[in-house]
Each structure stands twice: as C-alpha cells, then as structure tokens.
C-alpha cells in the first residue's frame, strides 16, 4: 500500500540521517552490510511494511538517541540535515514545502562572511573562535531561494526579517516555512544564545523523528 511504501521510505530516511550525522564509513556493517542483507530480503519479496519494521529495529538496536542529539548541536551541520530540519519543521507546521527544485541554497542566518563581519560577530556576542563554530550549527542555517541568497546573506539580521524576498534583501515572502516564520522572532538580534535555542529545537525535532 502507499502508507507501506511511505512508512519504508522514511526509515530509510531515517537511517541515511544518521549515516550524515554521525560521519560513520557507508562500508560499516550498521549501513553497508545491513543495506545489503535488506536488499536480499526486498528482493524474496518480503512486504514494505516489513523491511520497514527491520529497519526501525535496526536503529533502535545500534543507535543511542542521547548521543545523535549531542553530536547534531555540537557538530557542523551538513546540508542534508538542514533539508531535513526544514522538512521536518513544515510536517510539524503543516506548511507547503517544495523540495523539487533547484533554486534552494543554504542561508546563514548570522553570517559566516562578509564586509559586515566583525560588527555582525560583536552585535552577536562573540569572538572570531566562537563566531566560526556557531555560524554553522544546524540553529543557523535555513533553505532559502537562491536567487536571494546572494544578496541577503552578508546583511544583519534585523535586515533579514524585516525585508522581502520581493527586494532580495530579506525573508519575508520566503516559500521557505523556517525562514518565514524567523520574520515573527521575538528579537531583532541574533545571537549566540539564540543559535543554541534554535539548535536544541531542531536536534530534539530530528532526533524525535529518528527515535519516535
């Protein structure tokens, strides 16, 4: 059934999110080999709904959840996962996302560069160490259309919220949930502490998606 299929989908989803999160070799037996034997079973025509149960097992049984979530807010954040997070993030929103397409870059909601960037990194809080580790935590990255990545990507955040995509000089208007619902933040700085709020919520809600 298409329920089955979806089910199978997302816990191969699942398992190629850790594989990205925690770095660990695609030969490794916990992906290489376990993909392996499950192909042998798909191909004896063992149900979705099954290998879909067997792969949920699998995470279970090799995976701590403690340490997923500790390495997605202490880590540099990879692209796939910030895809997922917004994915994930428009699930629990129940918002339109369209990931087929092209015109999507990774935006850094406090810049990682730019001519801006020593008084962005005094207006966040922080010094050069700290700023080049925090910039690109999964807290501070978003999807965000390409066409106006280039021209917003280097602004202050308060420029970010409050401007149009309409005059690529900001979020608002976005197609992107993430970045429309950064135009009703609470503040108009961006900080330190503020990266940490936004990485603790999206590892915990990846980490939920992972474990259940």
Same mark, same amino acid.
């Given at each position: ?23 660990? /070799? ?8 376990? !993909? ?7 191909? $004896? ?8 149960? /067997? ?13 997923? %979530? ?43 560069? *730019? ?30 259309? $390409? ?22 000089? *900001?979020?608002?208007?976005? !197609?992107?949930?993430?970045? $429309?619902?950064?135009?009703?933040? @609470?503040?108009?700085?961006?900080? @330190? ?10 590892? %915990? ?8």
């Amino acid at each position: 059934s298409y329920s089955d299929k979806l089910s199978f989908s997302e816990e191969l989803l699942k398992l190629f999110s850790i594989l990205s999160i925690k770095e660990i /070799s695609y030969s490794s037996s916990l992906f290489k080999q376990f !993909l392996i034997n499950l192909n042998m079973k798909m191909g $004896q025509g063992l149900p979705c709904k099954n290998i879909a149960e /067997s792969i949920s097992e699998h995470i279970s049984d090799n995976f701590d959840r403690e340490d997923i %979530e500790q390495a997605l807010t202490n880590s540099y954040a990879e692209n796939g996962i910030v895809y997922l997070n917004e994915y994930l993030f428009a699930k629990e929103n129940d918002a339109e996302l369209n990931l087929m397409t092209n015109d999507i870059e990774i935006e850094h909601i406090m810049p990682a560069s *730019g001519k801006n960037i020593t008084a962005i990194r005094e207006d966040a809080g922080m010094d050069e160490e700290e700023f080049a580790a925090y910039a690109d935590k999964l807290g501070n990255k978003i999807l965000l259309e $390409q066409n106006i990545n280039g021209s917003v990507s280097n602004d202050w955040f308060r420029v970010k919220k409050q401007t149009s995509v309409k005059e690529k000089r *900001g979020y608002r208007d976005s !197609l992107f949930p993430i970045a $429309q619902s950064l135009t009703k933040y @609470k503040s108009d700085t961006w900080t @330190k502490n503020d990266i940490d709020i936004a990485t603790k919520k999206a590892a %915990e809600r990846i980490v939920k998606f992972i474990f259940g």
